[in-house]
Antibody
Framework: EVQLVESGGGLVQPGGSLRLSCAAS????????MYWVRQAPGKELEWLAN????????RYVDSVKGRFTVSRDNAKNSLYLQMNSLRAEDTAVYYC????????????????WGKGTTVTVSS | DIQMTQSPSSLSASVGDRVTITCRAS??????LNWFQQKPGKAPNLLIY???NLQSGVPSRFSGSGSGTDFTLTISSLQPEDFATYYC?????????FGLGTRLEIK
């Protein structure tokens, strides 16, 4: 079964750090781009970052650039999100998602999602 | 950044109704538009990619259309399990952006 399982969320004080993990199974992890997406309570979805298959290409949304770092370990079938200098507005459910590509048209889409891990930034 | 505007923000409908949700991009995104369904406490579920391609396993009552800046998601005959929030998302360029969502409620 194709599956993504996030972990590492929790309660952290403003200015603190957390490292989220996303464990992949049931597919060849090293063949896929991966995304991190978050959703603040009662809010819309927000794309945070992407990473290509070998980790050589990464992009971030401006709101986390310089604070968050995406990485992956293909030997461990794992994706990570290192989050530093956390703020109250980073409180959200964090999802990892697999990116499928229809190469004929270069359509990129998130076809598999984890269940999410909750991060709460509060003193 | 490309802004995605969905309408309506909420919608009440009955089982069996035909429903259309629209999504407008702030600039042309060709057909780089995806639709997701999300139920409370759950992760989003992909319905449509590339504006009109039905994801495997998604019922055929869901369809998508549009290109450029204007897109629609249509549910041909609402089923009880379709009451959820729907999001459009552009995959044309980073940062990828989502609409604010359309909450579909039971009338």
């Amino acid at each position: 079964e194709v599956q993504l399982v996030e972990s590492g969320g929790g309660l952290v004080q403003p200015g603190g750090s957390l490292r989220l993990s996303c464990a992949a199974s049931g597919f060849t992890f090293s063949s896929y781009w991966m995304y991190w997406v978050r959703q603040a309570p009662g809010k819309e979805l927000e794309w945070l970052a992407n990473i290509n298959q070998d980790g050589s290409e990464k992009r971030y949304v401006d709101s986390v650039k310089g604070r968050f770092t995406v990485s992956r370990d293909n030997a461990k079938n794992s994706l990570y999100l290192q989050m530093n200098s956390l703020r109250a507005e980073d409180t959200a459910v964090y999802y990892c998602a697999r990116v499928e590509v229809l190469m004929t048209y270069h359509y990129y889409y998130m076809d598999v999602w984890g269940k999410g891990t909750t991060v709460t930034v509060s003193s | 950044d490309i802004q995605m505007t969905q309408s309506p923000s909420s919608l009440s409908a009955s089982v069996g109704d035909r429903v259309t949700i629209t999504c407008r991009a702030s600039q042309s995104i060709s057909k780089f538009l995806n639709w997701f369904q999300q139920k409370p406490g759950k992760a989003p579920n992909l319905l449509i990619y590339g504006a009109s391609n039905l994801q495997s396993g998604v019922p055929s009552r869901f369809s998508g259309s549009g290109s450029g800046t204007d897109f629609t998601l249509t549910i041909s005959s609402l089923q009880p399990e379709d009451f959820a929030t729907y999001y459009c998302q552009q995959s044309y360029t980073t940062p990828l952006t989502f609409g604010l969502g359309t909450r579909l409620e039971i009338k």
